[in-house]
Nanobody, 127 residues
């Protein structure tokens, strides 16, 4: 599976960005998809996950109410809509794909649960 993330950039605090991640190499609807981020000097952290058909979603508390994960299985793409951005959202954002079944809100929050990773896209939020 190959994942190609895009959509990062520089935005002012309070602004919005939408990240996209295009997948290839496997039937997209068989993959649970997630977004993670990694700020300089910090560990990679979970942002959001979406189940195979998009019925179930879960967002980290730090982004809940501001970010929304979605997917379009016809386009083999997962999205992360980011609103009300804050300087602390500055990070490289990674999309990831998992072959494991989605098991609920405790599922797919760690990097080890994912099998494939994209290259990352940088989001910089200025104050």
């Amino acid at each position: 599976v190959q994942l190609q993330a895009s959509g990062g950039g520089l935005v002012q605090a309070g602004g919005s960005l939408t990240l996209s991640c295009a997948a290839s190499g496997r039937t997209f609807s068989t993959l649970v998809m997630g977004w993670f981020r990694q700020a300089p000097g910090k560990e990679r952290e979970f942002v959001a996950v979406i189940s195979r058909r998009g019925v179930n979603k879960y967002h980290a508390d730090s982004v809940k109410g501001r970010f929304t994960i979605s997917r379009d299985n016809a386009k083999n793409t997962v999205y992360l809509q980011m609103n009300s951005l804050k300087p602390e959202d500055t990070a490289v954002y990674f999309c990831a794909a998992s072959l494991r079944l989605y098991m609920g809100t405790s599922s797919h929050k760690t990097t080890g649960e994912y099998d494939y990773w994209g290259q990352g896209t940088l989001v910089t939020v200025s104050s």
